[in-house]
T-cell receptor, first 111, second 117 residues
Framework: KQEVTQIPAALSVPEGENLVLNCSFT??????LQWFRQDPGKGLTSLLL?????REQTSGRLNASLDKSSGRSTLYIAASQPGDSATYLC??????????FGTGTSLTVIP | GAVVSQHPSRVICKSGTSVKIECRSL??????MFWYRQFPKQSLMLMAT?????????EQGVEKDKFLINHASLTLSTLTVTSAHPEDSSFYIC?????????????FGSGTRLTVV
């Protein structure tokens, strides 16, 4: 069974810093990996979707990379802002068509 | 991308009553929708896969008689929590995959916070 782990579980940084969130998965047989943002008490907002054949995707200040063979993905956030404070979840869609979520990283950006 | 509407966003009910949560795909015909449950400070757990016109597929450990799923149309799936108890209090979220291929990402509803008192 696929296991998805995110490190760190919580992160607090001052505004303006660049930061990296990590996601690892145990089974490399995936179709794609998706990064989401979740605000307290809210649903999930999709940030980036990386296909298994891709190495990275970029959207604004966000850059996500994927190394399928090693079972790792990173989400890079440049010039962090207080509005970036949220929980970030990664999820993989396995070739068995199951969708597995990571444990999440709670980010706080201090003004 | 797809737009998913979930209603209500928040509901408080008495123990023993039933609560219905709706998930609508506004701009996409979804033959399949997914229902998740999220406990505080934990990740999402898949409860069931809702299939239009057929029975839902439940994950191991999820009581199908407790969590009734109906997917009567291509744009609407409902989750009914029957005879709710305080331990059913949780955050419930639905999602759809807006595309027939496996290379599409998932879109999620805004979630429903259920509190059973």
């Amino acid at each position: 069974k696929q296991e998805v782990t995110q490190i760190p579980a919580a992160l607090s940084v001052p505004e303006g810093e660049n930061l990296v969130l990590n996601c690892s998965f145990t089974d490399s047989a995936i179709y794609n990996l998706q990064w989401f943002r979740q605000d307290p008490g809210k649903g999930l907002t999709s940030l980036l979707l990386i296909q298994s054949s891709q190495r990275e995707q970029t959207s604004g200040r966000l850059n996500a990379s994927l190394d399928k063979s090693s079972g790792r993905s990173t989400l890079y956030i440049a010039a962090s802002q207080p509005g970036d404070s949220a929980t970030y979840l990664c999820a993989v869609r396995s070739t068995g068509n199951q969708f597995y979520f990571g444990t999440g990283t709670s980010l706080t950006v201090i003004p | 991308g797809a737009v998913v509407s979930q209603h209500p966003s928040r509901v408080i009910c008495k123990s023993g009553t039933s609560v219905k949560i709706e998930c609508r795909s506004l701009d996409f015909q979804a033959t399949t929708m997914f229902w998740y449950r999220q406990f505080p400070k934990q990740s999402l757990m898949l409860m069931a896969t809702s299939n239009e016109g057929s029975k839902a597929t439940y994950e191991q450990g999820v009581e199908k008689d407790k969590f009734l799923i109906n997917h009567a149309s291509l744009t609407l799936s409902t989750l009914t929590v029957t005879s709710a108890h305080p331990e059913d209090s949780s955050f419930y979220i639905c999602s759809v995959a807006p595309g027939q291929g496996v290379h599409y990402g998932y879109t999620f509803g805004s979630g429903t916070r259920l509190t059973v008192v």
